[in-house]
């Protein structure tokens, strides 16, 4: 079966850096996916890592290591508006299954 | 800008009613997803289509849920017959994916569900 494993919720401070951990227990992983959801919102995309390593995309990064079945977000001078929930998800080949992690709250702070 | 509808935004039934929800995805996609999401079980996928075929529905209560895709443009997800516990807010994502990689998924807005 499949288990990911996320903080339920994190604080930081406007401009500072805040790493959003995701552990995984899943056969047949194919990719781990990173989506943002703001209240009241619908899920967005953030990053992808199908390989080991870390991608950067602007303020956010986020990395996966698969001998270590881990993989974080890494958000980078925080706003405000990154106040939000921060969802992993990993998928089978074919995407025929996709299992998201139950979400990390972040709560950026003036 | 393209996106993913989905109608109707709220809904409100009587236990016993049946329920049907649309998506239109964005058009030229070719995959779509159904999820649901509740507090107590975070975001779960009850279906995936490729090409309008039915791939994996495994997340789906057989006895009560259906979902298809009468044509390229259109995806339904009905309930019959709805229950409480149904309740939750139901999203219709839809990407341009092809077997093998990876291709980011666009969320609708979600159908929010109240079953009383």
């Known amino acids: 079966g499949q288990s990911l494993e996320q903080p339920s919720e994190v604080t930081a401070v406007e401009g500072a850096i805040v790493q959003i951990n995701c552990t995984y227990q899943t056969s047949g992983f194919y990719g781990l996916s990173w989506y943002q959801q703001h209240d009241g919102g619908a899920p967005t995309f953030l990053s992808y890592n199908a390989l080991d390593g870390l991608e950067e995309t602007g303020r956010f990064s986020s990395f996966l290591s698969r001998s270590d079945s881990y993989g974080y977000l890494l958000l980078q001078e925080l706003q405000m508006k990154d106040s939000a929930s921060y969802f992993c998800?990993?998928?089978?080949?074919?995407?025929?299954?996709?299992?998201f992690g139950s979400g990390t709250k972040l709560n950026v702070k003036p | 800008d393209a996106r993913v509808t989905q109608t109707p935004r709220d809904k409100v039934t009587e236990m016993g009613q049946e329920v049907t929800m649309r998506c239109q995805p964005i058009?030229?996609?070719?995959?779509v997803f159904w999820y649901r999401q509740t507090m107590m079980q975070g975001l779960e996928l009850l279906a995936y289509f490729r090409n309008r075929a039915p791939l994996d529905d495994s997340g789906m209560p057989k006895d009560r849920f259906s979902a298809e895709m009468p044509d390229a443009t259109l995806a339904t997800l009905k309930i019959q017959p709805s229950e409480p516990r149904d309740s939750a807010v139901y999203f219709c994502?839809?990407?341009?994916?092809?077997?093998?990689?990876?291709?980011?998924?666009?969320f609708g807005p979600g159908t929010r569900l109240t079953v009383l």
């Open positions: 058009l030229g996609h070719n995959t």
């Open positions: 998800a990993v998928h089978g080949y074919n995407f025929n299954k996709f299992y």
């Open positions: 994502a839809s990407g341009a994916g092809s077997g093998g990689s990876y291709n980011e998924q666009f």
